[in-house]
């Protein structure tokens, strides 16, 4: 319970199956991958900051380190194989909405850092049942779900492991590229469908001082982290930015450093000019630490 502060870095690891809780690369899904250095299976914690003191205390959201997509249980059915129902990564859009908050129940006095993360919108189920985080599978079907406490398992409990901070940006990975046989011409290997892009330009203090959008083709970070230099170069001067992307209106910024989600879904992206106090809040997890 310690680890889960606001603003900091976890991995969610499931005690059964030794696999982490992982945001898709669609920038819906939710899934189990035994994967650990990855930005994919970081999430950071968000207190939920409305409502009484005992409120402030226990509730949480969760949002992807890699997309900046928050965690919410939905009452469509999980998928065959899996049991209770979906979880997926969403936008936060509705302050309000309970289905993307969670409770850390502590498993007990001998646990470490075992815990279960209780939905708080169970509650107001027709049979008022609490809906818990659930690993699925083991060789397949490998995913998470919400189920209720009735069929209660130790898959519902999650090894919180905290992820320190990096000193730095770290840096893109170039997009892959081949070279055409007999000729000049270089193209991106499996060329992605086309979104848009709205940006807003942050100042040195960190307010919002310009919006502007384009369409973007393919998903490299990379290459969107150039695009937006020459663009803002070319009307203010900015050689050099960090992006975080905002996923819906209550969304916290959220450094972007891997490569887009799949989707076609229109990104919101903060864009920070480095070397200012404003870039030097940015915080980002360091998931190639031991």
């Known amino acids: 319970m310690e680890h889960l502060q ?11 199956h030794g696999t982490y809780l992982h945001a898709d690369e669609d920038g819906h899904g939710v899934s189990l991958h035994h994967r650990r250095d990855s930005m994919n299976a970081a999430w950071a914690v968000h207190l939920y900051h409305q409502g009484n003191a005992d409120a402030l205390a226990q509730h949480m959201l969760l949002y992807s380190a890699a997309y900046g997509r928050y965690l919410v249980a939905t009452n469509a059915p999980a998928p065959l194989g899996h049991r209770g129902r979906c979880v997926e990564q969403r ?27 209780r939905n708080v919108a169970g509650r107001h189920l027709r049979n008022g049942a609490w809906r818990y985080l659930r690993a699925n599978g083991r060789y397949i079907h490998t995913g998470a779900s919400v189920d209720a406490f009735d ?7 999650w090894v919180v492991e905290p992820i320190p901070f990096r000193a730095a940006m770290p840096l893109l990975r170039p997009p892959t590229r081949v070279r055409l046989p007999f000729t000049r011409r270089v193209i991106t290997v499996l060329p992605m469908p086309s979104r848009v892009i709205v940006y807003v330009r942050a100042g040195a203090d960190g307010s919002r001082i310009a919006r502007g959008a384009f369409v973007f083709e393919g998903k490299s970070v990379f290459d969107l982290r150039k695009t937006l230099i020459r663009r803002l170069e070319a009307t203010m001067g900015v050689s050099d930015v960090a992006m975080c992307v905002e996923a819906g209106t209550f969304g916290r910024p959220t450094p972007l ?15 920070f000019p480095v070397r200012t ?14």
């Open 151 to 157: 069929n209660f398992s130790r898959k519902m409990h």
């Open 91 to 117: 936008n936060y859009d509705d302050q309000e909405e309970e289905a993307i908050r969670w409770e850390p129940v502590a498993v007990g006095a001998d646990s470490g850092n075992d815990v279960l993360l």
């Open 277 to 290: 106090p404003a870039h030097a809040g940015v915080r980002y997890p360091d998931v190639d630490a031991v």
């Open 257 to 271: 450093v891997v490569d887009l989600p799949r989707s076609r879904q229109n990104l919101h992206i903060l864009v």
């Open 6 to 16: 606001d603003g900091h870095y976890v991995r969610l690891r499931s005690r059964v």
